[in-house]
């Protein structure tokens, strides 16, 4: 089954049977990243960090939900098919993405949102990979509104997306490992040194002035905030 027979599949089912499956896709990435980063934290999570964890899981949801309606309504328009093009509209959205939640990001952190909302991620001066979920509500539908702002304004290849999803985790979860797990030699290769690693957001917490970027630090290079 292709992505595309899949979307038409879910037009077709009931409405809290969407919600279902979206749920569950949501709770099933969680518990990979989770599981992913057993094998660099073995410590325990807290009560608090679970409860938090669920919250942005359900917030994740409804994200992911209002995608899929606003699709369902022609507001959000996806290309099919596979080409050369979604290369380059991966891209596209890697990069724009990338600005835009840098831009978010600089601006919980240097306006009153600060301690209202963002405080909570950096109570993890070390992160650990439960971290990548320990959002505040605001927060989390903040960085989703961002993403379906950016869907609405351009007609995104459907694979582009996905890939860029995956992706999003896998940087997600390697900023919040908590240790680096890529050699040094293959860190300082053209292209992969402006990549945002595991050290590039482990020190964002370490010192919450440097590193706002997510997928790469050239807007930190660019507007001198990198570290
Ligand atoms: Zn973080
Ligand atoms: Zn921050």
């Not at 630090?217 to 507007?223: A, K, M, N, V």
Request: hydrophobic residues 50%.
């Amino acid at each position: 089954m292709n992505i595309e027979t899949l979307l038409n599949y879910l037009l077709q089912l009931p409405v809290g049977y969407v919600w279902l499956i979206f749920l569950l896709e949501n709770v099933l990435i969680t518990c990979v990243v989770l599981l992913i980063g057993r094998f660099y934290y073995k410590g325990p999570y807290t009560p608090k960090e679970w409860t938090i964890c669920i919250i942005t899981n359900i917030i994740n949801t409804i994200v992911t939900y209002a995608g899929f309606w606003l699709w369902k309504h022609g507001i959000v328009k996806i290309t099919m098919g596979v080409s050369w093009n979604l290369l380059l509209d991966f891209l596209l959205l890697f990069l724009a993405m990338d600005l835009l939640m840098y831009v978010f990001h600089i601006a919980i952190h240097k306006t009153f949102l600060y301690k209202a909302v963002h405080r909570l991620h950096h109570e993890a001066v070390d992160p650990k990979p439960i971290d990548l979920f320990v959002l505040h509500p605001v927060e989390a539908f903040g960085f989703g509104s961002l993403w379906l702002l950016l869907l609405v304004v351009y007609p995104f290849n459907v694979y582009a997306i996905v890939i860029y999803l995956m992706i999003n985790v896998i940087f997600g979860l390697a900023g919040h490992l908590g240790i680096e797990p890529i050699p040094e030699k293959i860190l300082r290769l053209p292209l992969i040194k402006y990549l945002g690693t595991s050290t590039f957001h482990h020190n964002h917490h370490q010192d919450i002035t440097h590193n706002f970027g997510f997928y790469t630090s050239i807007w930190d290079r660019l507007f001198k905030t990198y570290k």
